[in-house]
């Protein structure tokens, strides 16, 4: 592997791994905001039990999305200066907006609420993790609209001096098609993974009625997210075929141009498909909307932006986008069927049996797996772009790194995020093996 693959490896490793933890933060955070809202108007103890035991989960995540989003960001000046370089008024203005929101509005108002049951104001106290919950949605939006000028770069215009993008439009950055669609699409997707966490701890736990209203929770929240992932992400996929077309004829492998185009669940070859089983007529669904609509194919796009960007390869790998897409969706659709399995077989106050309880603990793997796919597709079937139509990859790396350096940098990370995986797993065993309990103090201040 030379210097790029490395460097590509390494801002891989940093993103999937930071993103393990971001969508539990958004989920575990409006379920916060909804259980201290319960609390609140019904009085009932046992939203307080639970509402502090989630917030606990929510702290351990919280802190340690935060760290490794640090990294995150820090990528784009060790690994991408070039790129940080030229389009860095473009992009940076987001990465600081949402570095601001994640540290000193979520951070503070979320130690407020931990710290101030018992001294602030009910109503008060409550608005504090109602802000913790929309600040988590809001920087997923502002760093989602920095994601969608790679996607499809807009509002930005070269400056005649430097020769750098110069911003133009904040409104129109953070309105990008590509981040209204995606923005709901990731929600979806955070709600899948954290209603899958806190099914998993509920059902591990002893028996016990604060136990069975978390898993109901959970599994309800998993079934909501299932289907807005579902609707949103046919909504991305529509947007996505408009803005970049090469990326959905990658996602199903189509060479050539196809009115009405099938939809492979399965297929082999090299390059694919030389063997498929396909549903007639859905990628043209999935992509423009109609069962006879045309979609571009791989040849042709090529040929086309061969002819407007230059000479070159513009097919990102093939397997990788087919593979990571279907998987996507597979795993996602098992997640949430899962959900429905559980929440039938424990209507009515029924008990689930014991084979679906011996894999429920496991069932945070499926939602997480899927988020991860999704980005793996989204970032692959770019390539070789960094920002679509303007710089590809190679054009937007550090000039003087060397292998040596990344394989160290990458060691290192490694390393830490090991440590870091394994000091977030314990403390998640630890608390879901505490009962459920009220805080120290379960009498709130008066409302005023």
Known sequence: MDVLDLTRLQFAVVTI?????????????VTCAGLEIAWQRTRNERYLRLVTFVGKLLIVTFAVGVVTGLVQEFQFGMGWSAFATFYGDVFGPTLAIEGMLAFFLEATFLALWYFGRDRLPRLLHTATIVVVAVGTMLSAFIILAANSFMQNPIAYELDPVTGRARLTSFADLMLNKVNLAAFPHTLSGAAMVGGALLLAIAVWRPFSPDNRTLAKLGAWIMLAGGAATALTGDHLGKVITEVQPMKMAAAE?????????????????????????EVPWLLSILAKGSPG???EGINDLQARYAAEFGPGSYVPMIPVAFWSFRLMIGLGMLAAAVAAV??????????????LLRWLPLIPLLPTAANSLGWIFTETARQPWIAFGLS???????????????????AGFTIVYGILAVVWFRLVRHLARQPSQLPETAEPAPVY
């Open 17 to 29: 791994y930071h993103y393990f933890f971001v969508p539990l933060s958004i989920s575990l955070a």
């Open 253 to 277: 492998a189509l060479y050539a141009t196809t009115s009405g185009a099938p939809f492979s669940l399965f297929a082999t070859g090299d390059p694919l498909p030389e063997l498929s089983l």
């Open 293 to 295: 609509a045309t979609v």
């Open 342 to 355: 559980y929440l039938w077989r424990t209507r009515r106050d029924r008990s689930a049996p014991p084979w």
């Open 392 to 410: 590809t990859v190679e054009q937007g790396i550090s000039p003087t790194l060397t292998s040596a350096e990344v394989i160290a940098s990458l």
